[in-house]
């Protein structure tokens, strides 16, 4: 089965506070794909970052970064120093390769920055 | 850069109407995908197609048909409107593993 769960359903901080966004996911693929999206109130959903499962490789991209842990099965997305206009709805995704092409996405976590 | 639109940002139909939801891709990808979004139950796959006028099932196809005659294009279309297809509709294309999305239309069935 693939399964994304993202149990955090609301959060709200501070603007300039860090906010980690938590993804736990399931698979019986022995080869995935990770992703998380952005969707601002615009609506449209942005891509920010895909990994392998077999790089496990942290990665940091200007105040973003994300863990990946194969060990727990988690793949966690950190703001540094939020701003408002990282306000938005967030998805975490699986895409398998053994089980079919599908993505499968989390409910989403819905961050809101307070000025 | 990735180009995927949609026909409309917003669409209002009547309960009945037979509703053409159009999605454009640019980038040449085989794979394209539609999904709804609703409060509380995330994205949810319709109908997705890996090559012209080959298509297969999502999870929730039922009320739903979809097109696919170019490889442009992918169309959904829903032959009866009902008030519980109201939602929003999010159009993705696909070339490598990575789904990039359009702006999505937001359809009201009254």
Same mark, same amino acid.
């Given at each position: ?115 | 850069?990735? !180009? ?12 009945? =109407?037979?509703?053409?939801? =159009? ?29 012209? !006028?080959?298509? =297969? !099932? ?12 170019? !490889? ?39």
């Amino acid at each position: 089965a693939q399964k994304v769960t993202q149990a955090q359903t609301e959060i709200s901080v501070v603007e300039k506070e860090d906010v980690t966004l938590d993804c736990v996911y399931e698979t019986r693929d022995t080869t995935y794909y990770l992703f998380w999206y952005k969707q601002p109130p615009s609506g449209e959903l942005v891509f920010l970052i895909r990994r392998n499962s077999f790089d496990e490789q942290n990665e940091i991209s200007g105040r973003y970064s994300w863990n990946f842990q194969k060990s727990t099965s988690s793949f966690n997305f950190t703001i540094t120093a939020s701003q408002v206009v990282d306000s938005a709805v967030y998805f975490c995704a699986l895409r398998g390769t053994n089980t079919g092409n599908q993505f499968y996405f989390g409910t989403g976590t819905s961050l809101t920055v307070i000025p | 850069d990735v !180009k995927v639109t949609q026909s409309s940002r917003y669409l209002v139909k009547r309960t009945g =109407e037979k509703v053409f939801l =159009e999605c454009v891709q640019d980038m040449d990808h085989e794979n394209m995908f539609w999904y709804r979004q609703d409060p509380g139950l995330g994205l949810r796959l319709i109908y997705f197609s890996y090559d012209v !006028k080959m298509k =297969e !099932k999502g999870d929730i196809p039922e009320g739903y048909s979809v097109s696919r005659e170019k !490889k442009e294009r992918f169309s959904l279309i829903l032959e009866s409107a009902s008030t519980n297809q109201t939602s929003m509709y999010l159009c993705a294309s696909s070339l490598d593993h990575t789904q990039y999305f359009g702006p999505g239309t937001r359809l009201t069935v009254l």
